[in-house]
């Protein structure tokens, strides 16, 4: 029985993502990596199984603030009274939220307009490139803390969806110009040439023969911007423009930095859980980009 | 001739951008609404006198420019920015301009001092892991860069004043000069003790990105025919990789410098409040949570001319480096 079901197998072969999984599998660092980004989706999602008790609640009646860590309150009580540990699991929330949305807005901008660019050239390719230079070189971090002061705080009254629109929004001109230049590399092929003779329409072209093509930088790309958007998500909560009331590690770090010598629980677990969940999304994208181009051998 | 074209056609170029920048601010200010609400509600918190009528708010809209037409309003704005007019703060009254000239130099100091200190570890460190790629020291230095990219600056800063200012007290945790006396007798040795912390941060964030650029650019330059050919003229590995590859491998840092001094800038604002650097970023921090948004849009179009001035300055240096380029 299983000797037919491995020649089953030897026959079908492996397709081209069965490959890089099995180039992503041999490199233990990439795979580290990747159960660190699973452990804090896992947290995430089932934070409310896991925290061991309401991130809001407060100890001060039971006497507890700014007490060390211990065996009912693993990561301490910082100085409102709040169960750290819990904080940190619920914090993982909003991290993963704006990480993933505003990454998911970039790419919806990017992609169709990198791709239109680079497969159409001419006038078009010209006035989005020069717009893409002239966005990279914006003071974009100040111009997304002011907006995110005008939008998510003063319109909306504390936005999270705001603040990862605004971050996800500056984002797309480095990610439109990945896909253009790949795009542009694709557009000569034979494979397009085919398509062409076939009369497939350039719509078509672009999104069902081209794009496929250029997934794989998509996502390695997309990896690092998650753990670049977190990082900056976490520093613009951390200087205070984020919703209070809301659980974020930035807060946490704010909150518990004058402590840092005598009651370091306060901010030092925050810090060390977004180190480890962009290490873990940028150690994710480096095993990524490895065995999803073969031809850049390690 | 070609370079001085160049230059121009840059220069020109780079109007696109800084009308892009203010135009995308005017936006996002008057996306709230008419901005005299905001004022007005400044005002409101101070005085205890009667409500605003309705008369009153349309004179204090006309007083403020803000019952022309919207488009007008924009226009009026950038020319006054082109003649050095960024209005006064809600605040204090003061002119902007000279709010903001006065914590420039000290956040123009940090950055280029960490820019030169990330450079000149950066540069030298990417070759040296490139050369050596697949080896154990190549291995260390990526590792490294991973690393530097993913921990947290600003939590990093924090520790280090924990560590250097608070267990060691080597350093001052805060500040650009002793209040009183200077240490060490000397005042330009007092703000250089004051910039080790910050500075050392602010290197630290910036360098492993640029190693990264650097390195890549290397590793891709020695596969090129020039150096293979330069190599089999039997040319010392020295000469091959500083005079023929360097120069080659050098040009992806000069031309994300843009990028990169943009992305500094931005990181400055947290530095800068955390060190209690009396700079802009700290400045832009504090006016921005205060809502004194005259200076805020001011400290946003002046960094935008500092970032357009300084991406200029680096594509003159990449066509000196590369004459291909002017000519293109």
Redesign the interface.
Known sequence: MTEVNTQEQRQKGLSQWGLAWRRFKRNKVAVIGMVMVGSIVFLAIFAPFISPYDPDRRWFVEGLARTPPSSEHLFGVDKIGRDVFSNIIYGARNALFVGLVSTAITLLIAVPLGALAGYIGGRFDELAM??A???????????I???I???SV??MGFSVSAIAVIIGFFGWPGMARLVRGQVRMLKNSDFVEGAKCLGASRMRIIFIHLLPGVIPLIMTTAMTAI?GRI?ML??IT????GDPTVQDWGAM?NLG?EG??TS?WE?LFA?IA??YT??G???TA?GMADALNPRLV? | MGLRHYVLRRILFAIPTFIAVTLIMFIVMHAVGNPISMILNRELGFSTGPAWTQAEIEAAKAFYGLDKPIWEQYFISLTNIFRGDFGRSFYSGRNVVDIIMDKLPATIVLQLASQILSLSIAIPAGIYAAMHQYKKRDFAIVTFTLFGISFPYFWFALLMIVFFAGILGWFPAVGIISIGEPIFGSTILDIIWHMILPLGVMTFSSLALTLRVMRQGMLEVIKEDYVIAARSLGLTERTVILKHALRNAITPIITSFGWLLASIVGGSAVTETIFGWPGMGRLFVSTLSSMDFPVVTGIVTITAILILGGNLLADILYSVFDPRIALE
């Open positions: 020069r717009l230079d002239a966005f990279i070189i914006f003071p974009s971090y100040l111009l803390l002011l907006s002061k005008v939008f003063l319109v753990a990082m976490v520093s951390f200087l205070g423009f770090i930095r840092l010598l370091w901010s810090g977004l180190f962009t290490l999304f940028n150690l480096d390690r």
